[in-house]
T-cell receptor
Framework: GAGVSQSPSNKVTEKGKDVELRCDPI?????LYWYRQRLGQGLEFLIY????????KSGLPSDRFSAERTGESVSTLTIQRTQQEDSAVYLC????????????FGSGTRLTVV | KNEVEQSPQNLTAQEGEFITINCSYS?????LHWLQQHPGGGIVSLFM???GKKKHGRLIATINIQEKHSSLHITASHPRDSAVYIC???????????FGKGTKLTVNP
């Protein structure tokens, strides 16, 4: 596609429920990143995928968070048993390759846990 | 202490002014990125630097590896430059970026 597409754009969920966020990267972009931005805070790295290599999961805040990517296409970020502190904008970005100069960001999914 | 510090936190300028935003980091890095986050939330990648200086239109980014410092300059600023400018660094060949908290720039007509 022309850009990085994320869905849903907004999600309100009850505490304790599971949520799944989706990211469609730009076709041909082998690198895919998930970030989180809590209200009034800076961006936080969550996870990085590069082709078929093992993902870098070092930024995932707890074992309630997981992410998958099928080949070099769609990625899903799953948050189990959501907590209020999970409320944030979850951003996905993709780039042509590891160490690329430019990232293309999606518009994000605003998650609100009530 | 955050590994990446930006200053100022907020900056207001008049159209046409020369803008400088600073970024300091405390660890050795492999690359430094400047990003722009628009009021609607969209993020645009501006520069990646590992040394020296880069220029794109009215934007100039410099980095001093020895001093662990980078600056983003905007010449002839315009209201459409109003955004949050974010500095981020990658370390040791990792793709994990560590972000500053951003500088909110407002350019008044």
């Amino acid at each position: 596609g022309a850009g990085v597409s994320q869905s849903p754009s907004n999600k309100v969920t009850e505490k304790g429920k599971d949520v799944e966020l989706r990211c469609d990267p730009i076709s041909g972009h082998t690198a895919l990143y998930w970030y989180r931005q809590r209200l009034g805070q800076g961006l936080e790295f969550l996870i990085y995928f590069q082709g078929n290599s093992a993902p870098d999961k070092s930024g995932l805040p707890s074992d309630r968070f997981s992410a998958e990517r099928t080949g070099e296409s769609v990625s899903t970020l799953t948050i189990q048993r959501t907590q209020q502190e999970d409320s944030a904008v979850y951003l996905c970005a993709s780039s042509l390759a590891r160490g690329a100069e430019r990232y293309t960001f999606g518009s994000g999914t605003r998650l609100t846990v009530v | 202490k955050n590994e990446v510090e930006q200053s100022p936190q907020n900056l207001t300028a008049q159209e046409g002014e020369f803008i400088t935003i600073n970024c300091s980091y405390s660890v050795g890095i492999s690359a430094l990125h400047w990003l722009q986050q628009h009021p609607g939330g969209g993020i645009v990648s501006l520069f990646m630097l590992s040394s020296g200086k880069k220029k794109h239109g009215r934007l100039i980014a410099t980095i001093n590896i020895q001093e662990k410092h980078s600056s983003l300059h905007i010449t002839a600023s315009h209201p459409r430059d109003s955004a949050v400018y974010i500095c981020a660094v990658s370390m040791g060949g990792s793709e994990k970026l560590v972000f500053g908290k951003g500088t909110k720039l407002t350019v008044n007509p």
